[in-house]
């Protein structure tokens, strides 16, 4: 993995982008669930993670920035990740609506270091999910989410319902990428001890469940006394790399 890729990873907003994704053809209509739930958005704020790395024996230090805004009916999330020399190593955004699903994306924007600037599109209007790159295309039946938006999504419903948020249940979603889809499951495994900005708390911790041993795994803890959000990921590779970013700050807007 390069370290380009090494840091696309990073960005909290790109959560969860090391996952293999499909890219033959369309997941069965059992693997794109369109699941109502209740929905309760954590309120806006901005927040700065610390990532820690490790790709092919080089320890990289870095930092991450999220705008999370939602309200009025619609959400944002811009994500910056960088690190020292190389500077801004990753940008994405996703925005959209707010609707009977939770969080309904209507653009999904990643741009790499030194690469162009890929998008997702949700054409509301015909119901289809198109990208800049390839010819892919996906039904929208409702709830889809993009590799930016899901974290939130994944908080909205626990914060909604955080007694559904039990240890062994199982959450499916159907995430778009750069240029493909495809459903992601997510497990609650326990709650644990986190420290943020030099403070302990109390943090419930999922996990992606994987499909084959050369998914990534992909663990994020959600924070109950901090309104749902997202204070750790950690992607991991079969190879034993990682990525690692902890919420040190955030201001509520």
């Known amino acids: 993995m390069t370290i380009n890729h ?3 990873a990073l960005s909290v907003a790109a959560m969860l982008a ?3 994704v499909t890219t033959g053809a ?3 209509d059992s693997e794109h669930p369109a699941v109502k739930r209740p929905f309760s958005a954590p309120p806006s704020a901005d927040l700065t993670y610390a ?3 490790k790709q092919h024996g080089l320890t990289i230090n870095g930092t991450a920035t999220v705008q999370w805004r939602a309200g009025d009916g619609k959400y944002s999330v811009a994500a910056e990740s960088r690190a020292p ?3 801004k190593i990753l940008e994405t955004r996703s925005e959209g609506a707010i609707d009977d699903y939770g969080l309904a994306p209507v653009s999904f924007m990643e741009k790499r270091f030194r690469k162009e600037a890929t998008t997702a599109t949700f054409k509301r209007d015909t119901k289809t999910i198109s990208f800049s790159v390839g010819d892919e295309t996906y039904p929208i039946k409702g709830g889809e989410q993009d590799r930016v938006s899901i974290q939130w999504q994944l908080a909205a419903n626990a914060r909604a319902t955080p007694d559904k948020f039990k240890p062994g249940s199982e959450w499916a979603y159907f995430v778009t990428a750069r240029r493909n889809a495809e459903q992601w499951v997510f497990k609650v495994l326990k709650t ?3 420290t943020v900005g030099g403070n ?3 943090a419930l911790h999922l996990v992606r469940q994987q499909a084959d041993d050369k998914d990534s795994q992909v663990d994020l803890w959600l924070a109950p006394s901090m309104d749902w959000y997202p204070v750790r990921v950690v992607f991991k590779d079969a190879d034993g790399d990682y990525v690692d970013q902890t919420l040190d700050k955030f201001t509520k807007k």
């Open 85 to 87: 020399i190389f500077g």
């Open 26 to 28: 369309h997941a069965a």
């Open 51 to 53: 990532i820690k790395a």
């Open 6 to 8: 090494t840091f696309y």
């Open 18 to 20: 090391l996952g293999t």
């Open 200 to 202: 302990e708390i109390s």
């Open 192 to 194: 644990e001890n986190i």
